[in-house]
């Protein structure tokens, strides 16, 4: 677990990405890595989203590569077999939680309220998702939350963009900001590899400044 939380933090940037066509999968790939970005989270809001994973590790075997929105033990199954290095899920589901720790698959669960978090501390985790995050009380509420959970960090994902990604990054216990805003769906659709190869080299050089 701690050696896929160090490669995260590196990047310090997770592209959510949800794809409708497996067959952008590779070209996607290399727009994030030749952006700065090599780490991709594919979730599983699509039935294409195990294979665009498959496809993706075969070609670019060193990607950070994530399955998002794993929602129940059999997609974290799928997930690991695809090639995933680690799994993302929106809540807290101890179902979930417990399949990865019993089969040696890393995992981000969501985590937004104390209770959830000490679930999450219970069982070892030293990171969580806080999803979403903007809406749920941004990283002032993280901070908040650290006070009594110093032991704890946090991918943020769920309204994060340019305009709030440093706010969320420059708290240590912050180790990566997630999101879908590098890989919007209308560019993926519309084959826009370019900008968002654009986009993540604007976001990587926002968070040198
Ligand atoms: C996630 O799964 O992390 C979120 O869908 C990302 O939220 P965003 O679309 O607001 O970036």
């Known amino acids: 677990m701690r050696g896929i939380l160090e490669k995260i933090k590196k990047t310090g940037i997770i592209p959510v990405v949800t794809i409708d066509d497996a067959a952008c999968a590779l070209p996607l790939a290399k727009a994030l890595i ?13 039935a294409e989203g195990e294979k665009a994973l498959k496809i993706i590790k075969e070609a670019y075997p060193d990607i950070i ?46 985590c937004i309220t104390p209770t959830e978090m000490e679930r ?25 939350v650290s006070e009594p959970y110093p032991m704890l960090n946090f991918v943020a994902t769920g309204g994060i963009g340019p305009h709030n990604l440093e706010d969320y990054l420059s708290f240590p216990k912050v180790i990566a900001c997630g999101g879908s805003w590098l890989v919007k769906p209308e560019l993926l659709n519309a ?12 976001a990587v050089e926002g968070i040198r400044i």
């Open 65 to 110: 590569l994530g399955a998002g929105t794993v929602l129940t033990p059999e997609q974290a199954k799928k997930a690991k077999d695809a090639g995933a290095s680690f799994a993302v899920s929106p809540g807290f589901n101890p179902k979930v939680v417990d399949w990865c720790l019993a089969n040696d698959l890393p995992i981000i669960p969501g």
């Open 191 to 202: 084959g826009r590899y370019d900008e968002i190869t654009r986009l993540c080299k604007e």
């Open 120 to 144: 999450a501390i219970e069982r070892g985790f030293e990171a969580v998702k806080f999803f979403p995050a903007e809406q749920a009380g941004g990283v002032n509420f993280i901070k908040a």
């Open 34 to 46: 030749d952006g700065g970005i090599p780490c991709a989270e594919v979730t599983f809001r699509t």
